[in-house]
């Protein structure tokens, strides 16, 4: 009976050990990317302050809308990409939800 199952478990260790590098990856990626907005934010801010700009930061969130809906699809579009033809979906699930919540 174990020999059938010792199988399954691999593929699921195989699956959460990508998951989990796939989500440090991630993770990392993201981490950047919120330090070169928060630069950015912090360099508009410093020439509005100048006189340099004028920012209307009610029409940029207006106007930032449809990102933000096309962000969630990417996100969407991000997983299928991903998990695609994986025999082995749970475990990278469980593996990426792992990895990401790491500190």
Same mark, same amino acid.
């Given at each position: 009976m174990l020999e059938h199952l010792i199988p399954g478990l691999g593929v699921l260790g195989l699956g959460g050990l990508l998951g989990y590098a796939v989500a440090l990856a991630f993770r990392e990626a993201a981490r950047v990317l919120g330090c070169l907005l928060g630069v950015l934010f912090i360099l @508009?801010?410093? @020439?509005? /302050? /100048?006189g340099i700009v004028h920012l209307d +930061?009610?029409?940029i969130l207006h106007h930032a809308e449809p990102a933000t809906k096309m962000a969630g699809s990417a996100l969407e579009k991000f +997983?299928?990409?991903i998990t695609y033809n994986l025999p082995f979906g749970g475990g990278f699930a469980g593996g990426f939800y792992l990895g990401f919540r790491q500190r």
């Amino acid at each position: 009976m174990l020999e059938h199952l010792i199988p399954g478990l691999g593929v699921l260790g195989l699956g959460g050990l990508l998951g989990y590098a796939v989500a440090l990856a991630f993770r990392e990626a993201a981490r950047v990317l919120g330090c070169l907005l928060g630069v950015l934010f912090i360099l @508009l801010q410093v @020439l509005a /302050y /100048y006189g340099i700009v004028h920012l209307d +930061w009610g029409q940029i969130l207006h106007h930032a809308e449809p990102a933000t809906k096309m962000a969630g699809s990417a996100l969407e579009k991000f +997983w299928k990409i991903i998990t695609y033809n994986l025999p082995f979906g749970g475990g990278f699930a469980g593996g990426f939800y792992l990895g990401f919540r790491q500190r």
